[in-house]
């Protein structure tokens, strides 16, 4: 049997083959998937061209303030640097400068303004406290530590309490007496001032002021210095001469020099003290006395000078003390009023903090603004204790001081213009 069906035509199947050459259509495709592609292309590098404007509209905004802020960095840098160089050479000028190193000894202990020492350690504390709270090295982002360090203030406050009742108990024992005590010191006191009158012949009354009758003390001891060197001059002694030059010179430049000091109306107590602080009175009483001893043929002008010198320096030196004393019992009540003032501002501030963290997390956040406020809250709970230390180490300085009224001179109280005449004349204490 034979198959009648025709056999499949070449040529159809070649036609119909066509239209599958793999390279038109590896072509086709080819051209369909760049024309797929291509609004993928634009639309990515349309996104990237608005992030490019979106960055370098940001980068222009904050372009001005990154520079305001590097330039402050630098100048900070630079202030500090200089702040360091300054330091160091303040230090070793201090270190190796003895006349500087008393200088600013004699300033932090004696001369220096009370309130400029307690703002420098006040303030000291407040940029330290705030410099170690932004490094981190400071918990101030813990209320816990916040709170304890506050705490510790106000029960350390409360350790002041006995020192200002123990100052008012000392000053208030000094204004009980009887009548006859008061009565006893007050003509002291007119008897003192009676022996400086009769010296002055120009003045009949002594002034009431400190420092004007200081000042009036002291210029008797010039003229009585002056008096004894032209006593002097014509005896044939050289060597007596000189001695008594060499003494008369001695006493005229320190009463020079406290006279340029005393210069001014109403001076405080602390301004006629300090300058009598330096004043070596035993010594010139003890080097009259030698003069007296050593020379037999010392003329009677002369000698009767020198016993009134020994009784003006006798004169001064109580002075001193009664004006030490007076001084320090002033300064012991203001210590104390300041004190309480201090400290009720300090009890203030500690109990604010302590109420602000005592809910964990303060209002204002861990801000730089709330890290400044609690460095500046430290300050203010320091401030009392600044304070004390201040004004004690002046009354405790001047307390030493001349402690020892009278023909004793203690070691470091020798004055340094009668150091300077030692050395330059070989001359022994």
Not at 19 to 33: F, I, K, Q, R
Not at 196 to 206: G, H, K, Q, W, Y
Not at 324 to 336: D, F, G, H, T, W
Request: charged share 25%.
């Amino acid at each position: 049997m034979t198959d009648d069906t025709p056999p499949a035509d070449s040529t159809n199947r070649t036609s119909s083959t066509e239209p599958t050459d793999p390279t038109h259509s590896d072509a086709n495709e080819s051209n369909g998937s760049t024309e797929s592609t291509e609004p993928d292309e634009s639309d990515g590098s349309t996104e990237a061209s608005e992030s490019d404007d979106g960055h370098g509209s940001r980068f222009e905004t904050l372009h001005p303030a990154v520079r305001v802020v590097t330039t402050l960095l630098v100048e900070l840098l630079w202030l500090a640097g200089r702040l360091v160089v300054a330091g160091g050479r303040l230090a070793v000028s201090f270190l190796t400068e003895r006349d500087r190193r008393i200088r600013a000894q004699r300033w932090f202990l004696l001369e220096g303004r009370r309130w400029a020492i307690v703002g420098g350690l006040v303030g000291g504390i407040v940029v330290v406290a705030f410099a170690l709270s932004l490094t981190g090295v400071f918990g101030i982002d813990r209320s816990d530590f916040v709170t304890s360090i506050f705490t510790t203030v106000i029960a350390g406050l409360f350790s002041f309490v006995p020192i200002i009742v123990a100052v008012n108990q000392l000053t208030i024992s000094q204004l009980f007496g009887t009548p006859d005590d008061l009565r006893e010191q007050i003509h002291g006191i007119a008897a003192f001032r009676a022996t400086i009158e009769d010296r002055l012949p120009d003045t009949a009354v002594s002034p009431t002021d400190p420092g004007r009758f200081a000042a009036l003390a002291n210029g008797v001891l010039s003229k009585r210095a002056a008096e004894l060197e032209r006593a002097c001059t014509d005896v044939g002694d050289e060597a007596l001469e000189t001695r008594i030059e060499r003494y008369a010179r001695r006493v005229i430049t320190a009463t020079t020099r406290l006279d340029g000091r005393l210069d001014g109306d109403r001076l405080r107590l602390m301004e006629v003290l300090l300058p009598m602080m330096g004043d070596g009175y035993s010594e010139n009483v003890n080097e009259a006395r030698r003069i007296q001893a050593e020379y037999d043929d010392l003329p009677e002008r002369a000698d009767d000078l020198l016993a009134d010198l020994r009784d003006l320096f006798v004169s001064m030196d109580v002075i001193r003390q009664y004006f030490k004393a007076l001084y320090i019992k002033q300064e012991l009540a203001r210590l104390s009023r300041l004190i309480a003032y201090t400290g009720m501002a300090a009890f203030l501030v500690s109990l604010f903090l302590i109420l602000l963290f005592a809910n964990g997390v303060p209002a204002g956040g861990y801000g730089t603004g709330m890290l400044f406020a609690v460095s500046v809250a430290l300050g203010v709970a320091s401030l009392p204790f600044a304070v004390f230390f201040a004004f004690i180490v002046r009354i405790a300085t001047i307390a030493k001081r001349t402690a020892a009224p009278g023909a004793f001179t203690p070691r470091g109280e020798t004055p340094d213009y009668i150091e300077e005449l030692r050395d330059s004349s070989g001359e022994r204490p």
